[in-house]
């Protein structure tokens, strides 16, 4: 969905393998099962006995790939691909990852799921010191400290420079003779491994795409640790010991596809525990229950069993509307949203509708839906929602990144209620959330970010602090 049907995005999604013969097309479905992470860019890059070539481009997976030959003329035992949303640098083919650098001594690929904190600096300093960049994305920060390292080995080289960069990063790397993944101390994004039948080892964002390419899943790339992958096999190591579970809570709110496991809990089943909670805590009288598609229906089937009322399908999306949609006037803006969802009126007509979402970020979307319904013909329409509201910006890898966006940041529940126009609404607690996933790490929060509901970071927030304290001179009296 476009922004104004949707108004949260991740930056991406990486997939590598490690040892089939048909690599680039394997890398290639598995970055298809990934394309919710992104849709903005996609490129894969293989390895031919050391010899790294690449296509990437604007656009989706398929869109990029759409000529045959591109797929055949990535040969090779191993590849790795991404698929792009953009949070740091923009849009353009200059920052569609993987990023292929060749250098005298050999070729390297670098792809990269998140944001780092202190990249401004760190690009400064570089800028200052000679090197030369191609991009404006964070990413490419990475491979100007891993090359500038005094240190002997490669991975002693990494290991440097993933302790200069800050914030949430997941990455994958690919040299010469080996495959190399990393995950920030925190554990922000997920990142999995898993093995093909042929032995082939698989690295992907989420679970899910293991699942698509006949992987079993191994084991998660835990926080702070640095796993390689080549002919001999698997090795893991860590390259910090100072490390504390902060997953993004919002993957398994809204990011993550529902059949992917994320530190072992599935997304499904946490979603679903998101809407029976919320029927405890939020208990309403009503005719049915309606999810707002996709991500919401696991919620929503939770809250429909709890509360014993019906759920029904009062809502479809439109799956085959085009990825883009140009809405220059309000009236457009308007049947943008009618063209990628509709209200069953047949359905909801004379009915009690409790509305099921898994966030409000504006409050537009939210606004345009419940307009939906009671066009329809709902009698009434209580909006539930199964997190809390989102107060907070996001420095780690999603796009909200001031408080101006955030309606519940300046705005009370029933001040919300009237702008969407809802009977009644209410939001699952900080609790309820962090009871539903489940996580039971010993760290805050059972090992969840929780920083958009309640400005408690995890980290530093280093090039971002001045912005985020400005922000908090916004804070409204009632929060």
């Known amino acids: 969905m476009s922004n104004e049907v949707r108004s949260l995005n991740e930056e991406c999604g990486v997939f590598g393998i490690w040892g089939h013969p048909d690599a680039s097309r394997v890398t290639y479905f598995g970055l298809h099962s990934l394309q919710h992470r992104g849709q903005e860019g996609a490129g894969i890059v293989s390895n031919d006995s050391g010899k790294l070539n690449g296509t990437r481009g604007l656009g989706l997976l398929s869109e990029v790939f759409k000529d045959e030959r591109h797929l055949n003329q990535l040969t090779g035992h191993a590849a790795i691909g991404h698929v792009r949303y953009a949070t740091a640098g923009t849009g353009s083919v200059d920052n569609i990852q993987p990023f292929l650098f060749k250098f005298y001594d050999g070729d390297f690929a670098l792809a990269h799921n998140g944001n780092l904190t202190n990249a401004k600096s760190l690009r400064k300093t570089l800028e200052q010191n000679g090197a030369i960049f191609h991009s404006n994305s964070d990413t490419e920060i990475l491979m100007h400290l891993i090359r500038r390292s005094q240190k002997e080995t490669l991975c002693e080289r990494m290991k440097e420079a993933l302790n200069t960069v800050k914030g949430g990063f997941a990455y994958l790397m690919m040299t010469k003779d080996s495959m190399v993944a990393a995950l920030d101390p925190n554990g922000f994004r997920p990142l999995s491994i898993g093995q093909m039948v042929n032995g082939a080892y698989v690295v992907a964002s989420e679970t899910c795409a293991l699942e698509v390419v006949g992987a079993t899943f191994i084991q998660d790339v835990n926080p ?72 919401s229906l696991s919620a929503a089937s939770g809250y429909a069993e709890e509360s014993g009322i019906p759920y029904e399908m009062g809502l479809v999306k439109n799956q085959y509307v085009a990825r883009t949609f140009i809405q220059p006037t309000q009236e457009l803006r308007e049947q943008g949203v009618r063209m990628k969802l509709s209200a069953v009126r047949g359905v909801v007509a004379g009915k009690r509708v409790i509305m099921v979402d898994d966030s409000i970020v504006r409050g537009t979307t939210s606004r345009r839906i419940v307009n939906l319904l009671k066009e329809a013909g709902a009698k009434e329409v209580h909006v539930r929602i199964a997190s809390p509201p989102l107060r907070y910006p996001c420095f780690y890898g999603i796009d909200i990144q001031t408080r101006k966006e955030l309606i519940a940041a300046n705005h009370s529940v029933e001040e919300i209620r009237e702008v969407i126009g809802a009977d009644s609404l209410s939001f699952l607690s900080e609790d309820g959330l962090i009871h539903a996933i489940g996580l039971n790490f010993d760290a805050p929060y059972s090992g969840l970010c929780m920083a958009y509901f309640n400005g408690d970071y995890p980290t530093p927030l280093y090039d971002y602090e001045e912005h985020y304290q400005a922000t908090l001179k916004e804070k409204m009296s009632f929060l």
């Open 224 to 295: 702070g640790e640095i796993i390689t992958i080549n002919d001999e096999g698997l090795t893991v190591e860590q390259f910090t010991k100072d490390t504390q579970h902060a997953i993004c809570s919002m993957e398994y709110i809204y990011f993550a596809r529902p059949d992917s496991n994320i530190a072992g809990v599935n997304v499904h089943s946490a979603r679903k525990n998101m809407g029976r909670i919320l029927a405890q805590e939020a208990e309403i009288d009503a005719d049915m229950v309606v999810g707002v598609p996709n991500s």
